[in-house]
T-cell receptor, first 115, second 115 residues
Framework: AQTVTQSQPEMSVQEAETVTLSCTYD???????LFWYKQPPSRQMILVIR??????QNATENRFSVNFQKAAKSFSLKISDSQLGDAAMYFC????????????FGTGTRLQVFP | NAGVTQTPKFQVLKTGQSMTLQCAQD?????MSWYRQDPGMGLRLIHY???????DQGEVPNGYNVSRSTTEDFPLRLLSAAPSQTSVYFC??????????????FGEGSRLTVL
């Protein structure tokens, strides 16, 4: 069974600085899909970025980018030029191509942004 | 744009009571699902549906029932609430046309407390 691990329960960053959130996963599948979701205090989950495992190029969405290391099974999220609105819980998630109905989530990282 | 709407947002139940969490989406999405979020455990899949009349169990289905009589609605029923069902519940939907990297759209969550 696949598992997703986020080893940093909490992280903090100064406004305008860069922070990296870690995510590792365990799978025997060669193709899969990875996601980062943001959960602000309002509770609603919002998709931040997604990556297909067969794509070598790291995904980027404005200030958000990933460092996808397939051999190491690592999928970290980098937030550049951090803003106060980035403060939230961030969840890493895995989707198997053989069970696309299920997202497997990590336990989350709480990000604090200080002015 | 309503998206995914969940009701109620908060509910307190006594052990043994029954209740239904409502979920409706207006995006004509085929796929709908229910997750529960517990501290330190991320989100876990309870039940899901890939279309009207089709439902299946996720990772933690015990104590919950679902049905999908229409494309828009996917209610989650607790037949006899237990304190272990105290959690935040999220309904989510996805259009299958988006493929395997398709975004999962979440509702705002329903916080349920069972005394």
């Amino acid at each position: 069974a696949q598992t997703v691990t986020q080893s940093q329960p909490e992280m903090s960053v100064q406004e305008a600085e860069t922070v990296t959130l870690s995510c590792t996963y365990d799978t025997s599948e060669s193709d899969y899909y990875l996601f980062w979701y943001k959960q602000p205090p309002s509770r609603q989950m919002i998709l931040v970025i997604r990556q297909e495992a067969y794509k070598q190029q790291n995904a980027t969405e404005n200030r958000f980018s990933v460092n996808f290391q397939k051999a190491a099974k690592s999928f970290s999220l980098k937030i550049s030029d951090s803003q106060l609105g980035d403060a939230a819980m961030y969840f890493c998630a895995y989707r198997s191509p053989y069970n696309t109905d299920k997202l497997i989530f990590g336990t989350g990282t709480r990000l604090q942004v200080f002015p | 744009n309503a998206g995914v709407t969940q009701t109620p947002k908060f509910q307190v139940l006594k052990t043994g009571q029954s209740m239904t969490l409502q979920c409706a989406q207006d995006m004509n999405h085929e796929y709908m699902s229910w997750y529960r979020q517990d501290p330190g455990m991320g989100l876990r899949l309870i039940h899901y549906s890939v279309g009207a009349g089709i439902t299946d169990q996720g990772e933690v289905p015990n104590g919950y029932n679902v049905s999908r009589s229409t494309t828009e609605d996917f209610p989650l029923r607790l037949l006899s609430a237990a304190p272990s069902q105290t959690s935040v519940y999220f309904c989510a939907s996805r259009g299958l046309a988006g493929g395997n990297t398709g975004e999962l759209f979440f509702g705002e969550g329903s916080r349920l407390t069972v005394l």
